[in-house]
């Protein structure tokens, strides 16, 4: 039987998602969009790996990849959660994380795939509330609650960089 209003899942590769993000290796910690409905949900894979130069000095004797690491998975697919509801970021502004709360329940370790399962609490003029559940194999590994904000670069003060 077929169902006429099947929805397609909108996914993402490597290369498109990079064009969302200002990051560059070693900083991209989303490998793929699996699927996304904009100011709605956003879903992406972080594939971790034993070469990732996070998780060479993290622990030598037992590799954990790094809470820190994590969060910043889940601000980067919410800065392309943020762009897709709204609109891209322009040459002039940067985001913002605001603020993050997090809780880490299990360790993630090298072969593992995080799974990134994001919602938007809401949007305010240059302002995004989201939150997420990061899995591996269907088991929370950490939540998030955080807020981004889209600032224009000259808004901060004087750039030392």
């Known amino acids: 039987m077929h169902v006429a209003n099947e929805r397609k899942a909108k996914t993402m590769g490597f290369t498109e998602l990079k064009k969302w993000l200002r990051h560059r290796h070693p900083m991209i910690y989303i490998d793929r969009v699996l699927d996304y409905e904009p100011s709605d949900f956003f879903k992406c894979v972080l594939s971790v790996s034993g070469t990732m130069e996070a998780i060479a000095g993290h622990f030598p004797e037992r590799a954990i990849f790094p809470g820190s690491h994590l969060m910043q998975g889940f601000a980067q ?10 609109t891209p970021v322009a040459e002039d502004e940067l985001t913002l994380i605001g603020s993050v709360k997090s809780r880490f329940q299990r360790v993630v370790v090298p072969g593992d795939q995080v799974i990134f399962n994001l919602k938007c609490d ?3 003029q240059n302002t995004f509330i989201f939150s997420c559940r990061a899995t591996v194999d269907d088991k929370t590994v950490a939540a998030f609650k955080g807020t981004l904000m889209r600032v224009k670069v000259e808004d901060l003060g004087e750039q030392l960089w």
């Open 122 to 124: 809401s949007i305010h």
């Open 77 to 86: 697919a919410g800065i392309i959660f943020y762009q897709l509801s709204t």
